[in-house]
T-cell receptor
């Protein structure tokens, strides 16, 4: 049971380049989300998904796209990288019980992205 | 606007004492409140979840309280150890309709031996 796997762990991009941050979970969780963490600002929600085929925007969605074609995978695409997107990115997943009770999130180990 | 406040100043305590961390929120009605631990260079790790109709939750040396009238949660670590040194994050979950978390900026705890 690997939990939430994020790749790559480190990435350097040039301004204007595009790339995809990968996130995969093997726990059959229906809820997945992407956060970015900047010094002193805590984690901010970029996009989230409540199931395959369903995504929605968080607080800071501009410059990022997501899709959820399977339960397991939730990739984050940077369309045209900017220095302001230099950050640490975390993917997380969770689930609800059949009674609708919520549970804690499992986080990946993060992708440290630098845009020069 | 919605706001979650955690003490941005680091909390320094002696080993064996109880650490108490505070999370205050405004313009928010969370169905759940969660606490996470984050070590440098790592992702957050889930510790405890408390529901809006619960006043208190315990797990080993950890205790969380949730006061929806005061819009506040307290997170206690009893008999603290140097290994408890980390940043602790408070997160709100609105529940149905939006299944994602909103985080506070965290409080760094340093337990001195």
């Amino acid at each position: 049971n690997a939990g939430v796997t994020q790749t790559p762990k480190f990435q350097v991009l040039k301004t204007g380049q595009s790339m995809t941050l990968q996130c995969a979970q093997d726990m059959n969780h229906e809820y997945m989300s992407w956060y970015r963490q900047d010094p002193g600002m805590g984690l901010r929600l970029i996009h989230y998904s409540v199931g395959a085929g369903i995504t929605d925007q968080g607080e800071v969605p501009n410059g990022y796209n997501v899709s959820r074609s399977t339960t397991e995978d939730f990739p984050l695409r940077l369309l045209s990288a900017a220095p302001s997107q230099t950050s640490v990115y975390f993917c997380a997943s969770s689930y609800s019980s059949t009674r609708g009770l919520h549970y804690g999130y499992t986080f990946g180990s993060g992708t440290r992205l630098t845009v020069v | 606007s919605q706001k979650i406040e955690q003490n941005s100043e680091a909390l320094n305590i002696q080993e064996g004492k109880t650490a108490t961390l505070t999370c205050n929120y405004t313009n928010y009605s969370p169905a759940y409140l969660q606490w996470y631990r984050q070590d440098p260079g790592r992702g957050p790790v889930f510790l405890l979840l408390i529901r809006e109709n619960e006043k208190e939750k315990r797990k080993e040396r950890l205790k969380v309280t949730f006061d929806t009238t005061l819009k506040q949660s307290l997170f206690h670590i009893t008999a603290s150890q140097p290994a408890d040194s980390a940043t602790y994050l408070c997160a709100l979950d609105k529940g149905a309709g939006r299944r994602a978390l909103t985080f506070g900026s965290g409080t760094r705890l340093q337990v001195q031996p």
